[in-house]
């Protein structure tokens, strides 16, 4: 009997990519850095003074409500949970080899998606594009920012801090 496998996260355009390094650039640029990740299973990886996450996009458009056991965007249900955790698995590894101490946390970006407030399914971290930076910023300090610098040198090309669009300061 074959087994069932659902789809895995659908990949994200580059709009969003490009606003997902806006909301990041939006961060304090001495206390966070960014890196682009080379996987599969996750987009990103943040690194700063209040921890590290791994950020995975999620590009669906419409209404994302909570189900039982994940989320549901539109008619589409979300999967991808457990590959953004193991992503965020294999993120601690790295950084423990670069002596960089720290928890990281899995984090599916919302870019398009009408949602409410930030949640945790199944482990993994569910943020609306707009919160992400006061998502990542607003918790208790847990690195020092030279040893996060360091460790996102580590871990791959640090993105400059103001890159991507900048919806706030458009004309």
């Given at each position: 009997?074959p087994l069932f496998r659902r789809a895995g996260r659908p990949t994200?355009?580059?709009?969003?990519?490009?606003?997902?390094?806006?909301?990041?650039?939006?961060?304090?640029?001495?206390?966070?850095?960014?890196?682009?990740?080379?996987?599969?299973?996750?987009?990103?990886?943040?690194?700063?003074?209040?921890?590290?996450?791994?950020?995975?996009?999620?590009?669906?458009?419409?209404?994302?409500?909570?189900?039982?056991?994940?989320?549901?965007?539109?008619?589409?249900?979300?999967?991808?949970?457990?590959?953004?955790?193991?992503?965020?698995?294999?993120?601690?590894?790295?950084?423990?080899?670069?002596?960089?101490?720290?928890?990281?946390?899995?984090?599916?970006?919302?870019?398009?998606?009408?949602?409410?407030?930030?949640?945790?399914?199944?482990?993994?971290?569910?943020?609306?594009?707009?919160?992400?930076?006061?998502?990542?910023?607003?918790?208790?300090?847990?690195?020092?920012?030279?040893?996060?610098?360091?460790?996102?040198?580590?871990?791959?090309?640090?993105?400059?801090?103001?890159?991507?669009?900048?919806?706030?300061?458009?004309?």
């Amino acid at each position: 009997m074959p087994l069932f496998r659902r789809a895995g996260r659908p990949t994200p355009a580059e709009e969003d990519h490009l606003l997902l390094r806006g909301a990041l650039g939006k961060l304090d640029p001495w206390t966070f850095w960014s890196v682009p990740l080379n996987d599969p299973e996750a987009d990103y990886a943040v690194i700063g003074a209040t921890g590290a996450f791994v950020v995975a996009i999620v590009g669906l458009e419409g209404f994302a409500e909570p189900t039982g056991s994940g989320l549901l965007v539109g008619e589409t249900e979300v999967t991808g949970f457990r590959e953004v955790a193991r992503a965020a698995r294999r993120l601690h590894g790295r950084l423990i080899q670069a002596s960089a101490f720290t928890h990281v946390e899995p984090v599916l970006c919302l870019t398009r998606a009408v949602a409410g407030s930030s949640r945790t399914i199944r482990g993994v971290r569910v943020v609306r594009l707009e919160d992400l930076p006061s998502e990542i910023g607003g918790r208790e300090r847990a690195l020092d920012p030279s040893t996060a610098k360091r460790a996102a040198g580590a871990i791959g090309s640090v993105l400059p801090n103001a890159s991507g669009p900048r919806p706030d300061l458009e004309d």
